[in-house]
């Protein structure tokens, strides 16, 4: 699914809002609805023009962070990199890099960078690929928000999610409760 960088998110699965899950557990998620603007950011695919270039010194060990510490909107089905020139055999497992690659080029879910006051950034999982596999070089406001995201600013009533604008109403499921 292809988005321009900086464009409205609209993902028509996350219409409601951002489901985050509990990297820790995977059984306790948060649904945010409105509490800050979507901007879209990484949504590639071949065929459609995207930047490539060196990022800053920093960025892709911090991007790796951001993907390793969150998840959001986590998908039951799995996206494969159509920018990777051959799909991948059915025996080589989905979340194992491909020969030379230093990310997996299958995901599943998305990341959320705070940005300005009130915006957050709306990245596909993919985007580690991307970054270091493919040589994309996101818009620089995305590069700045991610090597000023201090992964340990979180909510106070959510403190195990790793993004700092999570309301204290927010919708909380637990399935170890219900």
């Not at 497992?93 to 940005?115: K, L, M, N």
């Not at 995305?142 to 201090?150: E, K, Y």
């Not at 979180?154 to 499921?173: G, K, M, N």
Request: hydrophobic share 40%; charged share 20%.
């Amino acid at each position: 699914m292809y988005y321009d960088d900086l464009s409205p998110y609209a993902y028509p699965f996350a219409e409601d809002g951002d489901v985050f899950t509990e990297v820790g557990t995977g059984v306790r998620f948060v649904t945010v609805r409105d509490a800050y603007r979507r901007l879209s950011i990484g949504w590639l695919e071949a065929g459609r023009p995207w930047t490539a270039g060196s990022a800053p010194v920093g960025f892709g060990a911090k991007l790796l962070t951001v993907l390793e510490e969150q998840a959001v909107n986590q998908a039951l089905g799995l996206h494969e990199c159509d920018l990777c020139p051959v799909p991948l055999d059915d025996a080589h497992p989905w979340y194992v890099p491909r020969p030379g690659h230093r990310r997996a080029s299958v995901g599943t879910g998305e990341i959320r960078v705070p940005g300005e006051p009130g915006t957050a950034y709306a990245a596909p999982a993919l985007i580690g690929h991307y970054v270091l596999d493919h040589g994309y070089l996101p818009p620089r406001e995305f590069v700045d928000a991610v090597l000023a995201f201090d992964l340990q600013d979180r909510s106070a009533a959510y403190p195990s999610i790793a993004f700092p604008w999570i309301p204290d109403d927010a919708e909380l499921y637990d399935a170890l409760v219900e």
